[in-house]
C-alpha cells in the first residue's frame, strides 16, 4: 500500500465505485421513508443547512432510488453552476472589451482634439476677384492645442506669423511658426493655447515676415 495515501484519482475512483454500488445494493421499491424530492434537490445544490441535511445522509447511504435522484439532481445543479461561472465570465470579458475599446475611443478622441487641419490652399483670392466676395468661414475645435495650415496656393517656405483677432479688432493670440513645403503644399504648424477664453466669430491672419496681413473668417467652437 502507498504509504502517502490516496491520490486524488484514487480517491475518485473510490467513490465511483461507491456510487455505482449505492445505485444497485439497496433496492426499495415502495420507497419507504424516502424525502420529498425537494429536499434532495436542496441537498444536492447544498441550499439545504448542514444540521438538516444531516438525518439524510444515512437513508441516501441506504436507498440507491433516492441516491439515485440526488446523483440526477446533483449532475443538474453542477451543469447549471458551470453554465453561470462561463455566463458570468463571458459578461466580465464582454464588459472589459467594451471598457477599453471606450477609453481608446475617448483617447483617441483626445488626440484628434488637440490636432487641428486649416486648410488654406484654395482661400486665395485670384486676380480680378471683388474683395467682398463672401469667403467660406474656417470652423476649430478651440480645444486643439496644435494646427498645421495649409497655406494658401503659390506660398512659400519661411516664418509665418498668425494671429486671431476679433471682429472689432481686439487680438486674441499671437503665434509664429516655420513653413515647409511637402508635395507643393506649404505646411505652417503652430502651437496654439486659446485657454477658457470666450470666443465667437474672429479672423484668422496670416503673414510672411513683415508683410501683409491676410485674413481669413474664423468660429472656435
Known sequence: MNAKGYS??????????LGRGLLKEFPNPERSGCPDADVLKRIASRTMPLDQAEKW???LGSCSPCY???????????SRRKRTLLA????????????GWFLLQRHNEGLVAQTALL????????RGTEPNLPVE??????????????????????????????????LLLTATGEATLVSG?????????LGSKNLGRCNLEIRKNIGEWNSFPLVLR
Open 119 to 126: 486648410d488654406l490652399r484654395n482661400r486665395s483670392l485670384p
Open 88 to 99: 458570468i465570465a463571458a459578461s466580465i470579458l464582454v464588459a472589459a472589451c467594451i471598457g
Open 8 to 17: 486524488a484519482r484514487d480517491e475518485q475512483r473510490l467513490l465511483d465505485a
Open 185 to 193: 503644399i506649404a505646411s505652417l504648424p503652430v502651437n496654439v493655447n
Open 57 to 59: 445522509l444515512d437513508h
Open 68 to 78: 439515485s435522484d440526488f446523483s440526477e439532481f446533483r449532475g443538474a445543479y453542477e
Open 137 to 170: 468661414t474656417l470652423v476649430v475645435n478651440r480645444a486643439a492645442r496644435h494646427w498645421n495650415i495649409y497655406l494658401p496656393l503659390g506660398s512659400t517656405e519661411g516664418t509665418y506669423e498668425i494671429r486671431i483677432v476679433t471682429d472689432s479688432g481686439g
